[in-house]
């Protein structure tokens, strides 16, 4: 009789275990739950809430085809905004998102944002998230700390023991959850401020390397910010966090760059030139272990996602929504008359050019 209850039991046990285990999946998988947060890769969207899509009328200088949420449910952890003074505005209006200028592209102020944000975390509550705010109108602390109150987002932030000294280690995903301090917030940048002691200034906890890359030949792992860092050894013995920034710029015309959509499905594919793939194992060799993040364009193309859970060793990842991993077209009318206007352009170009040579 016992023993044939230990034998049911045990027959019982896989499927408990196995049930357990899926549910305990921190940011999609299991295995990443009790690692520390610096010892994983986080998937970024560089200028996350910049779509191109019908919202936006398709804007050229979007870098996201999707917005923030659906980037969360496609594996995204770390999404980048800039943030800009709107002169003349109080209160949440006082601080929008916008891409360089809020006359080219404005997406709204940065505590609906933040909203949105802090709604998906509420409904996905074993997942750590990382915000990346670049400060381009120097917004005080206790300014952008109204904007994160005023979202309810603060209530999930995460404090640093020190705001200026590096941890030797971060906590693991499994102790920010159990703490319910699972938002990271870095700020490029900012004066520490014990008012605000969530904000965290990038450039005290992380380095970059290049950002204006134009040519799939262009990109390095050097350091390049923050200036005090000049070399990969300095890099490294810092002991902060390395933040690999692939995206492709288009060659600026008249000075203004634009993200290049036509070769993103290459700069974000696992293998081949200037792919993601391939930058990270370049790093990887460079530093000895994986990047923290990558910040990519267009992150659902590639799909970006597939280069960071191969430098996790992740595999069967759960919870996931997946999104197309093609380029959003505009298939209106106008958008089909301006795609052909393009063409048109270009045979006019190559007609007058082969016109001329001859
Ligand atoms: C990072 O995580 C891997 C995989 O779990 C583990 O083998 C390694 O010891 C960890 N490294 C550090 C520094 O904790
Ligand atoms: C994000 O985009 C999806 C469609 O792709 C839409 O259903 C959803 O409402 C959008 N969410 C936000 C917060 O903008
Ligand atoms: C806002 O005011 C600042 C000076 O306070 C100025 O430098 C900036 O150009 C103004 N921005 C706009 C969009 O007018
Ligand atoms: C936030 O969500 C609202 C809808 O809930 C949407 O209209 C808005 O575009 C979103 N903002 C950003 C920056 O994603
Ligand atoms: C969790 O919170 C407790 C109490 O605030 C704190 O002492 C501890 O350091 C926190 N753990 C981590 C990993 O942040
Ligand atoms: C995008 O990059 C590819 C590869 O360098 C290049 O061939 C193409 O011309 C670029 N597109 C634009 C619009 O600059
Ligand atoms: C990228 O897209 C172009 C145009 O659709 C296609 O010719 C090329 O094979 C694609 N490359 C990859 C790596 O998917």
């Given at each position: 009789?016992?023993?044939?209850?230990?034998?049911?039991?045990?027959?019982?046990?896989?499927?408990?275990?196995?049930?357990?285990?899926?549910?305990?999946?921190?940011?999609?998988?299991?295995?990443?739950?009790?690692?520390?947060?610096?010892?994983?890769?986080?998937?970024?969207?560089?200028?996350?809430?910049?779509?191109?899509?019908?919202?936006?009328?398709?804007?050229?200088?979007?870098?996201?085809?999707?917005?923030?949420?659906?980037?969360?449910?496609?594996?995204?952890?770390?999404?980048?905004?800039?943030?800009?003074?709107?002169?003349?505005?109080?209160?949440?209006?006082?601080?929008?998102?916008?891409?360089?200028?809020?006359?080219?592209?404005?997406?709204?102020?940065?505590?609906?944002?933040?909203?949105?944000?802090?709604?998906?975390?509420?409904?996905?509550?074993?997942?750590?998230?990382?915000?990346?705010?670049?400060?381009?109108?120097?917004?005080?602390?206790?300014?952008?700390?109204?904007?994160?109150?005023a979202s309810g987002i603060n209530k999930l932030a995460y404090t640093p023991p020190s705001t200026s000294?590096?941890?030797?280690?971060?906590?693991?995903?499994?102790?920010?959850?159990?703490?319910?301090?699972?938002?990271?917030?870095?700020?490029?940048?900012?004066?520490?401020?014990?008012?605000?002691?969530?904000?965290?200034?990038?450039?005290?906890?992380?380095?970059?390397?290049?950002?204006?890359?134009?040519?799939?030949?262009?990109?390095?792992?050097?350091?390049?910010?923050?200036?005090?860092?000049?070399?990969?050894?300095?890099?490294?013995?810092?002991?902060?966090?390395?933040?690999?920034?692939?995206?492709?710029?288009?060659?600026?015309?008249l000075g203004i760059q634009t993200p290049n959509s036509t070769y993103a499905n290459v700069t974000n594919?696992?293998?081949?030139?200037?792919?993601?793939?391939?930058?990270?194992?370049?790093?990887?060799?460079?530093?000895?272990?994986?990047?923290?993040?990558?910040?990519?364009?267009?992150?659902?193309?590639?799909?970006?996602?597939?280069?960071?859970?191969?430098?996790?060793?992740?595999?069967g990842a759960v919870g996931r929504t997946s999104v197309s991993t093609a380029a959003l077209e505009d298939?209106?009318?106008?958008?089909?008359?301006?795609?052909?206007?393009?063409?048109?352009?270009?045979?006019?170009?190559?007609?007058?050019?082969?016109?001329?040579?001859?």
């Amino acid at each position: 009789m016992f023993l044939r209850n230990l034998l049911q039991a045990s027959a019982i046990l896989p499927l408990l275990y196995s049930t357990t285990s899926a549910q305990t999946a921190c940011n999609n998988s299991p295995s990443l739950c009790n690692r520390a947060y610096n010892n994983i890769t986080h998937l970024g969207a560089h200028d996350s809430p910049f779509v191109r899509d019908k919202t936006t009328d398709f804007a050229t200088s979007g870098n996201q085809y999707y917005n923030s949420t659906v980037q969360l449910q496609a594996g995204v952890r770390l999404l980048s905004a800039q943030v800009h003074k709107v002169n003349g505005s109080t209160g949440e209006d006082m601080w929008h998102l916008c891409h360089t200028s809020c006359d080219l592209l404005d997406m709204g102020t940065l505590a609906n944002w933040l909203r949105n944000i802090s709604s998906w975390m509420n409904s996905n509550t074993n997942d750590v998230v990382t915000v990346l705010i670049v400060n381009s109108d120097n917004a005080t602390p206790a300014q952008l700390g109204a904007q994160f109150a005023a979202s309810g987002i603060n209530k999930l932030a995460y404090t640093p023991p020190s705001t200026s000294v590096v941890p030797k280690t971060w906590p693991t995903l499994q102790n920010l959850i159990s703490n319910g301090t699972r938002l990271m917030s870095f700020v490029a940048s900012i004066t520490a401020d014990s008012t605000v002691p969530y904000l965290m200034d990038e450039f005290s906890f992380m380095f970059e390397n290049a950002y204006q890359n134009a040519a799939p030949t262009a990109y390095n792992c050097t350091p390049n910010r923050p200036t005090s860092l000049t070399t990969t050894a300095a890099a490294a013995s810092s002991g902060k966090m390395f933040l690999m920034n692939h995206f492709l710029y288009s060659t600026a015309f008249l000075g203004i760059q634009t993200p290049n959509s036509t070769y993103a499905n290459v700069t974000n594919a696992q293998t081949g030139l200037g792919s993601l793939g391939t930058a990270i194992t370049s790093c990887t060799s460079v530093y000895s272990k994986p990047p923290n993040f990558v910040l990519t364009d267009f992150v659902n193309m590639g799909p970006a996602i597939a280069s960071v859970d191969a430098a996790n060793d992740v595999t069967g990842a759960v919870g996931r929504t997946s999104v197309s991993t093609a380029a959003l077209e505009d298939d209106s009318t106008s958008g089909v008359i301006k795609r052909q206007g393009n063409i048109f352009a270009v045979v006019v170009a190559v007609v007058a050019a082969v016109a001329f040579s001859t």
